[in-house]
């Protein structure tokens, strides 16, 4: 069973910069795996950010940008601000129509 | 405006059965595949199901194949999910959401969700 790894929670100051990982239980992320980024807050529906590693989703400020860290898929947010106190998702894909999300990562702004 | 619209969803008993509907409208539905999520209370998010723009390709997470079965109408620009053999730990927002492309495998539309309780 595919399991994808978040840290459950991270904090940043606003104004710094942050970068929370994704990771795979057993093997490494590459770009194969189309590694994407989604913004959850409460209440609310999810909403994409990244796809495909490192393309920014329409409306998406560029503080935000996903890559590859050596073997995880990683989300970056530059210049943070009180709004992206928010959790966050990443997912991989399998092949066939199968998508593997992760746990999720609770950011906090303070 | 790309809009995904969920309905269906309320309270069934465990055991019971349910079909979401969701209602996709501002592009052509009939060229997009499509996939269900689902987030439990308080908990992440769960892809749940995946269907291709032909109804040709189907895939669902292991903790519903044999109960849950996709579809999709693409002359109604419609998507469904019959839900059968509720448990508890199917109680969940259910969300449509639309694959990108045909090499881009990401959501990148949502829907706003339909709540789905199981319980006696």
């Known amino acids: 069973q595919t399991v994808v790894t978040q840290e459950p929670s991270f904090s940043v100051s606003p104004g710094g910069t942050v970068t929370l990982t994704c990771g795979l239980s057993?093997?490494?992320?590459?770009?194969?795996?189309?590694p994407s980024w989604y913004q959850q807050t409460p209440g609310q529906a999810p909403r994409t950010l990244i796809y495909s590693t490192n393309t920014r989703s329409s409306g998406v400020p560029d503080r935000f940008s996903g890559s590859i860290l050596g073997n995880k898929a990683a989300l970056t947010i530059t210049g943070a601000q009180a709004d992206d106190e928010s959790d966050y998702y990443c997912v991989l894909y399998m092949g066939s129509g199968v998508s593997v999300f992760g746990g999720g990562t609770k950011l906090t702004v303070l | 405006e790309v809009q995904l619209v969920e309905s269906g969803g309320g309270l069934v008993q465990p055991g019971g059965s349910l079909r979401l509907s969701c209602a996709a409208s501002g592009f052509t539905f009939s060229t997009y595949s499509m996939n269900w999520v689902r987030q439990a209370p308080g908990k992440g998010l769960e892809w749940v199901s995946y269907i291709n723009s032909n109804s040709n390709s189907i895939n669902y997470a292991d903790s519903v194949k044999g109960r849950f079965t996709i579809s999709r109408d693409n002359a109604k620009n419609s998507l469904y999910l019959q839900m059968n053999s509720l448990r508890d730990e199917d109680t969940a927002v259910y969300y449509c959401a639309r694959r990108a492309g045909s090499f881009v495998p990401n959501f990148d539309y949502w829907g706003q969700g339909t709540l789905v309780t199981v319980s006696s």
């Open positions: 057993s093997g490494s992320v590459s770009t194969s795996y189309y």
